[in-house]
């Protein structure tokens, strides 16, 4: 074992001589026998020696007692200073008596009174409707003595912890019934010893000099440097895993998204988090008294009282077309249309409030943009919700341009997420005809990221735009939790450091 034996450190070669003299023994043990200056040398060297088989560490869970309250320990129990009294007063004492002459604080002559009766060392009587309290032959012997309990708040309070297993049980029974009193810990004992390859090392002889890790000029000039081992590289040893800074994974996954558009020849645009409805639904065909208006699905907000809206021109195109279709051929939703519900802030419950309003202002052909922002909705928080999410929203328009062509941006934009299994289904809109639901296949399994369609013509006429709207919104959570493997929307959020040092840095 000659070669092994010039692996061991200098700390190593200390804890085995130690455990040659002590046996099995505690690290504040070896501590001491060994000379450390500090049980984490101790306890670092004993790890090593287990990884190489040379030492056992065996661990005992130990329970032990301390007292709550370090003053409790120079003061008489209620029921002591209960007796005390009724030994002075000599004959019985009337409840109210005792409850104002005992010198017990407030609240405490109940407790004396009910740990009397529970010690047996107080006899109550009634009288008419007085009660009254004397002592009982138990009593009166216990005033010479103290019991279990008590002696054991002294012992504790002159050693401070004490293990469970070296106290009354009894005593301890009563105490733990007490509030405040005593207060049990686990505690972690920890004992090491030699295995027989780690004694027929010693046996074979440890000699102990300083290690170093490289030689200096120091230790040559000095001479030193005879007196001294160089400290053996292992180049197989185990070493912590070291996590340097990085980009938190949802931040990343978005840069991702972002460079595949960009990529595909595409523009960024941004928009605000506050708009009025009329950006938000109204020039959208969604009607006034859609479900997705409610309060129930949409934050209101009563500051601004008011938003910025558009010229009177596009205003009374969308009226127009919310009340009978306009000029599309459409017959609208009939009704009257209120301007009033139309000026109502809100936080943007979708980013195709972005696209909408890029349109309005941009409508030369060939126009391809994508925005991914956080949108708002009252959701319900759980593992699949949440009220403030990102959307990755975009839109294609140019001559040509077809729902064949739709499919193909939205397949080429998963496939280089990612994923190579892409199927679309038929899906209802508001905005879009025709509309369809994007699905891809994970784990087995077709899951739902998001909507697309062109957009109707009830939706563009306003801003004179001749080419069809390829459109889509899709999910940013949902998706990220497809990359990243995880059940739990909540988790993207969460400041858990160990998934985020753990999370890879390249996302496939």
């Known amino acids: 074992m000659t070669g092994e034996k010039e692996k061991l450190s200098y700390n190593e070669k200390k804890v085995m001589l ?8 505690t690290p504040e043990r ?69 409850n104002s002459k005992s010198g017990l604080p407030k609240g405490m002559p109940s407790i004396a009174i009910g740990w009397m009766r529970r010690k047996g060392w107080v006899v109550i009587s009634k009288d008419g409707k007085e009660t009254y309290l004397q002592l009982s032959e138990k009593g009166r012997n216990s005033l010479g003595k103290k019991g279990g309990d008590e002696l054991l708040i002294k012992r504790l309070f002159e050693k401070g912890e004490i293990n469970v297993d070296d106290v009354d049980a009894n005593a301890l029974s009563l105490l733990s019934r007490r509030k405040d009193v005593i207060v049990k810990k686990e505690k972690i004992r920890r004992f090491i010893s030699l295995t027989d390859k780690g004694r027929e090392i010693v046996r074979e002889g440890l000699v102990l000099k300083k290690q170093v890790g490289q030689l200096t000029p ?48 595409f523009n960024e645009i941004w928009g605000n988090y506050v708009e009025p409805a009329f950006w938000n639904m109204d020039a959208l065909f969604i009607p006034q008294d859609h479900p997705a208006r409610d309060m129930q699905d949409t934050f209101y907000l009563k500051q601004p009282s008011k938003t910025e809206m558009p010229g009177d021109e596009l205003i009374t195109a969308v009226k127009g077309i919310q009340e009978n279709g306009g000029t599309t ?21 979708h980013t195709t409030v972005n696209t909408i309003r890029y ?8 126009i391809k943009v994508f925005s991914i922002e956080p949108v708002f909705r009252k959701e319900s928080i759980d593992r699949t919700h949440l009220p403030e999410f990102y959307q990755v929203e975009g839109i294609v328009v140019e001559e040509g341009s077809s729902f064949r062509m739709l499919l193909g941006i939205l397949k080429e934009f998963y496939r280089r997420m990612g994923f190579s299994e892409i199927r679309m289904r038929p899906a209802y809109f508001p905005y879009t005809e025709p509309s369809m639901e994007v699905e891809v296949k ?50 993207l959020y969460i400041s858990d450091l160990d998934w985020l040092k753990k999370s890879p840095i390249v996302t496939r």
């Open 442 to 491: 994970f784990k087995g399994e077709w899951l739902e990221l998001g909507g697309s369609g062109i957009f109707r013509p009830e939706v563009v006429a306003p801003f004179d735009v001749d080419e069809p709207v390829l459109a889509w919104g899709l999910g940013l959570e949902r998706l990220a939790m497809l990359k990243f493997g995880l059940d739990d929307i909540r988790q």
């Open 18 to 25: 130690a455990l040659s003299t002590l046996g099995k023994a």
């Open 30 to 98: 070896i501590v001491d026998e060994g000379k450390f200056t500090r049980i984490v040398e101790v306890m670092n060297a004993s790890s090593w020696l287990q990884m190489k088989g040379m030492v056992e560490m065996e661990e005992k869970i130990e329970e032990t007692v301390t007292l709550s309250r370090k003053s409790s320990g120079g003061k008489d129990l209620p029921e002591r200073t209960g007796i005390k009294f009724l030994k002075k007063c000599r004959v019985p004492v009337s409840m109210a008596d005792f």
């Open 218 to 265: 120091e230790l040559l000039q000095s001479g030193e440097w005879g007196q001294v081992e160089l400290r053996p590289y292992d180049i197989g040893s185990f070493a912590p895993t070291v996590y340097g800074g990085r980009e938190n994974p949802l931040g990343r996954l978005i840069r991702q998204i972002r460079k595949i558009f960009l990529d595909m020849g």
């Open 359 to 366: 349109l309005s202002k941009h409508n030369k052909t060939p």
């Open 329 to 349: 051929g459409s017959d609208g939703w009939g009704g009257q249309w209120s301007m009033d519900m139309a000026r109502k802030p809100l936080l943007r419950t």
